[in-house]
């Protein structure tokens, strides 16, 4: 009997035993099975960080675009790049098929795009978004540029103007060849201050017409600005001054148009018209910010920048007041001792003596985001490419001149984002500077004479009225639809315009209708 109970004890405990080392094992393989899950979710949570964060101009991996087989090869106006959305937000769109890292990069680039600045609160001291003036033109890049797209003038002197900005320039070249300013002012009119500090001017815009009429005899009407500045602060304006009216351009598609290889813009030029055919078109070379020496100039009106990042930068300095690391000091004095982190003239001592934020107002990670996310918006799509009548428009374009400074397709290059790169893409410009005649003369900007323009790209430019709410083009915006813009077009495109004219009305407004489903 004893022994039947030990027995039976015994076998007890073997099963107890094997009970617990069962345990014992499950918990141990589930905690070997979690640690497993665990390094492999730290591993892929690392790597995003690094492709966010310190990788940012990496490959893209394997992109689906079979959503391209969809549509006609002729609506890509970019490649690759091309989106088909073509209402409010057509200009605000994320190129396709990003990697995580760029994705995340244009996100936080379109924070500093849309984050308006404010004045610095005290001295040495930094907010996000701190830094504002003294003197601005706009408190946000988003401001001058609503919804990525071109701003919309003043209609008269009762309006404020808003989303552009008056350019003032006295005869003469700075140390880098740029623009000289006249006394107490800088290169562009400040029409806004922090407490404390006074604008530069008040500036107005008032309309002058002029009435024409086509050889047919149907009557047109084209505007010019007036420029009126009261209210100047800083002392008089020299009898000498040049002043010119610019409003924001849209802003999409700046990165394929950076990655056009430079020896191809070079192709297309022809300063001596050696082939007779009444076009000049010759580069911008402007003064390299970060490595010094003239290079050529591709973006803004007349070609000033020489890329995005400078473009940027540039633009966060003049127009807002914020410094960054390309404009930590006043661009034409870089010593250590000048007062400088702001954007001030040296006859202005109320900008001087405001409170100064720290420096990097734009630090610069923050101008790199901002870089990336300009670089990587995308382009709509070319509309009704298969309808017979714009097939016509775009036959008429060619036949008459467009053409020749209005590059329907190019090749992109080599860049930095690799997603930029071999897009076949169709910008309708040559990046060159192109004399346009004296009624739309302004002034010099470093080898740009007052009536030489950079080709502005076509794309996108029928959707402007979803967009923005106006159809208003040129760089001052003196053209309020497309005919205008073609008829201020002289110097280099006067046989262009007048091939235009002597068009009937049927074959001007198929012109007209193709370049608005561009």
């Known amino acids: 009997m004893p022994q039947q109970v030990n027995s039976k004890m015994s ?8 009970e617990v080392n069962t345990v014992i094992k499950t918990r141990f393989n589930l905690l070997h099975l979690g640690l497993v899950v665990l ?7 690392l790597r995003q960080a690094y492709i966010a964060y310190w990788q940012p101009y990496t490959g893209y991996g394997d992109a689906d675009m079979s959503y391209l087989d969809k549509e006609l090869p002729a609506s890509l106006s970019a490649g690759d790049l091309t989106h088909f959305h073509s209402r409010g937000m057509a200009f605000e769109q994320e190129a396709p098929n990003l990697s995580w890292g760029l994705s995340a990069a244009f996100d936080r680039g379109d924070g500093v795009f849309e984050r308006p600045y404010a004045p610095a609160e005290r001295p040495g001291f930094s907010y996000n978004a701190d830094g504002l003036g003294p003197i601005f033109n706009h408190t946000s890049c988003e401001g001058c540029h609503v919804a990525d ?5 003043p209609e008269g002197p009762y309006e404020m103007l808003n989303g552009g900005f008056i350019r003032v320039s006295v005869p003469g070249l700075g140390p880098y060849g740029e623009p000289m300013s006249p006394k107490g002012y800088g290169h562009q009119i400040g029409d806004r201050a922090i407490a404390g500090v006074k604008p530069e001017a008040t500036a107005r815009i008032k309309w002058l017409e002029t009435q024409g009429q086509f050889p047919d005899g149907e ?3 084209l505007r010019r600005p007036e420029i009126l500045l009261t209210d100047l602060a800083y002392g008089p304006m020299p009898d000498d001054a040049v002043f010119e009216l610019r409003m924001a351009p849209p802003v999409h598609g700046l990165g394929l148009l950076e990655a056009i290889p430079e020896k191809t813009i070079l192709s297309w030029a022809d300063p001596n018209d050696a082939d007779g055919d009444g076009i000049s078109g010759r580069p911008n070379y402007v003064w390299d910010l970060e490595r010094g020496g003239k290079i050529m100039g591709r973006f803004s009106w007349k070609a000033n920048a020489f890329d995005i990042r400078q473009q940027s930068a540039a633009a966060a300095y003049n127009d807002m007041g914020v410094n960054n690391e390309l404009f930590l000091y006043r661009h034409d004095d870089q010593s250590s001792t000048h007062k400088a982190r702001q954007n001030c003239e040296p006859e202005q001592a109320a900008c001087f003596d405001s409170v100064d934020s720290l420096d990097f107002e734009m630090s610069p990670g923050q101008l790199r985001d901002i870089t990336t996310y300009l670089q990587l918006l995308g382009v709509v799509y070319r509309r009704n490419m298969d309808d017979p009548l714009v097939q016509k428009g775009e036959q008429v374009f060619h036949e ?8 329907s397709q190019v090749m992109t290059g080599e860049h930095e984002i690799s997603r930029l790169e071999n897009q076949l893409i169709r910008p309708y410009t040559d990046l060159l500077l192109h ?13 740009a004479s007052k009536q030489e323009w950079r080709t502005a790209p076509l794309w996108g ?5 979803a967009v923005n709410g106006h159809t208003n083009f ?4 003196r053209a309020r639809n497309i005919e205008e813009a073609i008829l201020w077009h002289g110097g280099e495109a006067e046989q262009t315009k007048r091939n235009y004219m002597q068009l009937n009305k049927q074959e001007r407004q198929l012109l007209i209708d193709f370049v608005n489903n561009l």
């Open 11 to 18: 076998g007890s405990h073997l099963d107890t035993a094997i």
């Open 39 to 45: 390094t492999i979710c730290t591993a892929m949570l």
């Open 149 to 153: 797209g071109r701003a919309k003038p």
């Open 219 to 221: 009557p047109y009407s």
């Open 400 to 407: 008459i001149g467009c053409e020749s400074c209005h590059k």
């Open 435 to 447: 004399d346009m005649g004296e009624g739309l003369a302004g002034r010099r900007d470093f080898e």
């Open 461 to 465: 430019i029928g959707v402007t009225q």
């Open 474 to 477: 040129l760089h001052d915006g």
